[in-house]
């Protein structure tokens, strides 16, 4: 082995360069770092190199004309693995262990040679492995392979070999004496050429095969008792019966009882498995495949030995019969919808379950379905257009897959839309006048604080459907606007409330929502006199900001002064309630106070509240009913009277102002003492439910705190001081997050500090944290405020 070794253990490689205007001295200097001379390897990482070559490789060199390589061989032994490493595999198998064993068999398992050097790590699939066994013999060396005397041994070559999900290859060696000691150990191996090269064996590892237990044949052989039929599906049948050991069993299945020549075999040599038999309730299983779905089938079984090479049989067995099932239905197809509609067509679209169907849409005007009509697309469509629909018309519609048996699945969602109006229904309603406008006009008035939009008829005619009005009076060019005017022509109104359409009007911190019928008023109608065409009627509806109208205390929100008028040419009324109410939202603009909405009455000239109130789950708008125009506003009920006189009061009202609170008290207390219960109970209740509390002691979330690791104990409930606040909210954020924080860089320090708590002031000051890191004195007490101040920074990095 050694001998093909020395003849490539060195190789000098000497380059001549042809060029000129070029220093020889100065390039060559170069050529180290340039050439990076390697051994070639082929496609599956092994180097090229047999007993009388060498293939080598290197970066080629400008302006280098030619090459002259030179070989020299050498007598001194050199490390064969640093010339190559993986030519032959000198490193010994590892990992080699025994998994199971039975009466003939030992399934061993040990870790492949990979490739060197390459990731992930992938098995070398040039090397073949010589399993070596032989039985074991007292003064054997188990320990030092080497000296293992292999002559002896059985060898059973793999050269195609499985690895199992663990990374380790698993082999069963057969054919072995029951009740015998063997010894294994395994060998890598590879070939180059002619020659054989071997690793080091691996650690020897012995099993014992178990004793063989022979069943005597029966003298008799037992009829086969308790056959029964466990399950259907629609082709097959589960059986089982009493299990009777070392016979075999015949099957038989018939769909006529009566008929005697009607009997099949399903199988006529079944010996149960291990896997196929309940030693606990002593069955055993077999199941009958290929057989028709819905179909009523007769079973029985016998039981045989085989002895002087003739089948003895039992009796058969009392018959049993069970029907199989119907072939299953298909499955539903997903995603049903809609992708267009108009007034008298829909398309629908779809996504498949599973490939080879037809689908049936079925589509009605009402949602029991009677009088439905039904069509069929083709197999594998995901898009149908039906046709022939009335205008105007509510319908809904369900989709099924259908299997070639004509069987169908179970419907999709119920889906339900209204088809478009037909706008030949307004011809000769109203004045035929052809609409050249855009669907919107806006116009801004600096000088008189106005914005008006107008919904025009051309709106109506593109959008004959359900999908409410936007109104959006936020985008605006002028900041003087504090008037927001819509603007709807007599006849447009009459359509849109027979579009039953809905409007949603954008307004700097407020919505409103409402159906066109909540301004269809019947005031409008006495403006129609006689001669005067509908479409010189308009009705405006007019949201206006009245903060410096109305001197409301303490408002966190716009003061909006809603007025409902309508005009003709010559004549404006205004209008004092809605036949509908109108739905008003309004901003909160503090959502960590407790705030309630007012609503002007202008009858009684004083601020009352709205009926049915109802506060968003963040607390950051309310929502209520109009029934009459007026002014509406949101008031401050109360607040944390104490924050501005915090010397954190900014980070204070900055974390009230991110994050709710569900704490309805005047003042925070914020020069009181926190204790470590307090502050526990407040970061669960945090983690919990999103939101802020008090300082008081929770008892089921002092619990939880020391079961996250928070807090060390239940008991303790000492005031805390500044570092340990700091520890304590640190830990928070690393369990809250699942981010812990590396502090190793850091430098900075306080020498007065507890050493337990040094790390968590490192990593709070690395966080930005610590905001009073120059001042910061550990042992001063933590008060609410400082509590909080700090809390803010942890919150703001979440």
Known sequence: MYKNMKRIASIVLLILFLFSYFNLQSFSQTLSTSLNVTVQRDNSGVYKITKNSISIIWNAIEDAVSYEVYAASSNSQVDFQTVSENIIPTIAITLLSVVYTTYDSVILSWQPVTIAGVQPPTVDRSIFYEVNFAVYQDGMDITNPENLDIAGFQKIILSDYQVDQSGKIVFRVSSLLPNTRYVFFVRAVRKIDSSTYYSLPSNVVMATTLIKYEVPLPSTVPVVENLSVVTTTYNSALLSWSYIENVYFEIQVSEDIKNANAWQVASDSFKPSIKEVDYTTGLCYFTVQNLKPDTLYYFRVRAYIIKDNQKVYSDFSSPVFARTQKVPPPKTPIAFGIKEYGKDYAVFVWEIAETGRKYVIEIADN??????????????????????????????????????????????????????????????????????????ITAEDPVSGRMIIEITYRYVN??????????????????????????????????????????????????????????????????????????????????????????????????????????????????????????????????????????????????????????????????????????????????????????????????????????????????????????????????????????????????????????????????????????????FYEIYTGNEILADDVTWTKLSADSKYILSLKKAYKMGWLFDHVTFNPKETATREYVLAFFYHVVSSM
């Open 462 to 731: 593109e959008s004959l459907d359900s999908k409410p009005v936007l109104i959006d009076f936020t985008k605006r060019t002028s900041s003087s606007i504090f008037q927001f005017v819509i603007k709807i022509r007599y006849d447009v109104l009459k359509a849109l409330v027979k579009l039953n359409k809905d409007c949603i009007v954008t307004l700097d911190g407020a919505t409103s929502q409402f159906n066109f019928a909540a301004i269809d008023s019947s005031d409008i109608d006495k403006l129609t006199v006689f001669g005067v065409s509908p479409s010189s009627i308009y009705t405006e509806l007019t949201f206006i900001r009245a903060s410096d109208k109305y001197n409301v205390k303490d408002a966190i929100s716009e003061v909006y002064d809603i007025r409902y008028t309508a005009s003709n040419l010559t004549k404006q009324v205004g209008i004092s309630y809605f036949p509908m109410p109108i739905k008003i939202s309004l901003v909160n603009r503090e959502p960590w106070s407790v705030a309630i909405p007012y609503v002007f009455d202008l009858t009684s000239l004083s601020w009352k509240e709205p009926e049915n109130a109802e506060f968003a789950s963040d607390n950051k708008s309310v929502t209520f009913n109009l029934q009459t125009p007026q002014a509406t506003v949101i008031v401050r009920k109360s607040f944390y009277r104490d924050i501005i006189s915090s010397s954190y009061a900014t980070k204070l009202y900055n974390l009230f102002k991110t994050i709710a609170s569900d704490d309805t008290s005047d003042t925070i207390g914020i020069k009181n003492s926190v204790s470590k219960q307090e502050l526990a109970s407040f970061l669960v209740y945090f983690a919990e439910k999103k939101r802020l509390y008090r300082f008081e002691i929770i008892d089921d979330y002092v619990k939880k705190a020391y079961k996250a690791g928070i807090i060390e104990n239940t008991q303790d409930n000492s005031i805390l001081t500044k570092e340990a606040a700091v520890d304590m909210m640190v830990r």
């Open 367 to 440: 949602i029991s379905f009677s009088n439905s009509k039904k069509y069929t697309t083709d197999t594998d469509a995901t898009e149908y257009k039906v046709t022939g629909l009335k205008p105007n018309t509510r319908y809904w519609a369900r989709l099924f897959a259908m299997a070639s048996d004509g069987q169908l699945s179970q419907s999709t969602e119920i889906i339900s839309f209204v088809t478009k109006k037909d706008v030949s229904e307004y011809t000769g309603v109203f004045d035929a006048i052809q609409d050249t406008t855009p669907p919107f």
